[in-house]
């Protein structure tokens, strides 16, 4: 099984749970060129495109677009963010949705296609999607696997972090919900918890990791959402050897798992034989 991770979810989970530190120091020294935000004397050509995007995201940028709603939202509210009070990710996403999106497939893809031939160096390194980003010892590299990400899913992640069920609530919302409520429980409310890349494994402060169970997987608003991704990624290809370092050489994404109600017993079964088989890369959320 391929677990197709969310990537917008998963930047809304994370500041959902009080990582606004970056957004907190920008606001007081935001980067002023790109050698400020690279921390180098002089920029490459794969830098100075990412800082110009940097500069003016555009509509297509969905993630990049829901964190500047979720941190306009605590700004207006003059307080501080508490790990796990997801108040100001409801507010962001929220007015984001109820704004309109003007982003064409046919613009989205000059710009993905243009990252990926300006960073082609970059996006030829691998990562170990599970581990703990601090670990990530090239940052321009890791950079542009994320820029990419964010224009390349641009059209699904707006599609799926604005998508209702049949009550009219946002999707996006109601599993995060859920999602953060387990991992606030499973972590005791550790602030410094994060959710790997690959959508595997929440990673403690102290480094532990603790599997996200695969009945996430059968929640019916995750399904909806993924479905929107899994469409939009066999449709729309990436060149292949970037394909290979973001979700494996082997990826099947039409390959959801079978979900029985209330956790049966199939449902326990195959999530210990999941634990036991070689772990397949997942596509990375940033």
Same mark, same amino acid.
């Given at each position: 099984l391929l677990l197709v991770a969310i990537f917008a979810i998963f930047i809304i989970q994370v500041q959902a749970t009080g990582h606004y530190n970056d957004y907190e120091d920008w606001e007081h020294d935001y980067p002023d060129n790109c050698e400020e935000l690279f921390k180098t004397?002089?920029?490459?050509?794969?830098? *100075? @495109?990412?800082?110009?995007?940097? %500069? *003016?995201?555009?509509q297509c940028?969905?993630?990049? *677009? +829901?964190?500047?709603?979720?941190? /306009?939202?605590? /700004?207006?509210? =003059? %307080?501080?963010? /508490?790990?796990? !009070?997801?108040?100001?990710? $409801?507010?962001?996403?929220?007015?984001?949705?109820?704004?309109g999106?003007?982003? %064409?497939?046919? $613009?989205? %893809?000059?710009?993905?296609?243009k990252i $990926?031939? +300006?960073? #082609?160096? $970059?996006?030829?390194?691998?990562?170990?999607?599970?581990?703990?980003?601090?670990?990530?010892?090239?940052?321009?590299?890791?950079?542009?696997?994320?820029? @990419?990400? +964010?224009?390349y899913t641009g059209i699904p992640s707006r599609k799926a &972090?604005?998508?209702? =069920?049949?009550?009219?609530?946002?999707? #996006? &919302?109601?599993f995060t919900?859920?999602?953060?409520?387990?991992?606030?429980?499973?972590?005791? #409310?550790?602030?410094e918890a994060?959710?790997?890349h690959d959508y595997q494994f929440v990673i403690k402060g102290n480094g532990k990791k603790i599997r &996200?169970?695969?009945?996430?997987?059968? !929640?019916?608003?995750?399904?909806?959402?993924?479905k929107i991704f899994i469409d939009y990624i066999e449709k729309h290809k990436l060149k292949k050897s970037i394909e290979d370092n973001l979700w494996g050489s082997e990826h099947h994404h039409d390959d959801l798992p079978h979900c029985i109600n209330k956790r049966g017993l199939a449902h326990v079964l195959n999530e210990r034989n999941e634990l036991n088989v070689n772990k397949r890369s997942a596509m990375p959320s940033f």
């Open positions: 004397k002089s920029c490459n050509k794969c830098q *100075n @495109l990412m800082w110009d995007h940097f %500069e *003016n995201p555009g940028a969905t993630a990049f *677009n +829901v964190g500047k709603k979720i941190l /306009k939202a605590i /700004k207006d509210s =003059n %307080e501080t963010p /508490k790990p796990y !009070d997801l108040k100001f990710f $409801e507010k962001g996403m929220t007015n984001y949705c109820h704004q999106f003007h982003c %064409e497939q046919s $613009e989205v %893809e000059k710009i993905y296609k $990926e031939k +300006v960073c #082609s160096k $970059e996006l030829s390194i691998k990562f170990d999607w599970s581990a703990h980003p601090k670990t990530f010892k090239d940052k321009t590299a890791y950079a542009a696997y994320g820029t @990419l990400l +964010v224009y &972090i604005c998508l209702k =069920n049949d009550n009219g609530d946002l999707c #996006s &919302i109601k919900k859920k999602f953060v409520k387990w991992m606030k429980k499973v972590t005791k #409310s550790d602030p994060i959710v790997s &996200i169970p695969k009945s996430f997987q059968c !929640d019916p608003c995750w399904r909806k959402m993924a």
